[in-house]
């Protein structure tokens, strides 16, 4: 599942050892409240997105942040593109 391979990679790219991917909310943003990601967390999950699915994106891009909003969010991002 999409949205779990995405808790995984944010769980590794993060290093936030004690979260497991049931911790995280799909719906939940992930920046401010829910998971409380700043922007350099934005940056190394960016790199990571580009590393793994070939996604470039832009940093100050309106859709990046609407993409970042949840892991829902970065789910139908990755699947949109795979599409293309």
């Not at 993060?14 to 920046?31: K, W, Y």
């Not at 401010?32 to 922007?39: P, R």
Request: charged content about 30%; hydrophobic content about 45%; aromatic content about 4%.
């Amino acid at each position: 599942m999409l949205e779990l391979e995405v808790k995984n990679l944010i769980i590794d790219v993060l290093q936030l050892e004690d979260i497991t991917p049931e911790d995280i909310d799909s719906a939940a943003p992930l920046f401010v409240e829910g998971l409380g990601l700043d922007s350099i967390d934005a940056l190394e999950l960016g790199v990571a997105l580009q590393k793994k699915y070939g996604i470039s994106l832009s940093a100050d891009s309106e859709d990046t942040r609407r993409h970042f909003a949840s892991v829902q969010a970065l789910a139908a991002m990755i699947e949109s593109h795979r599409k293309k």
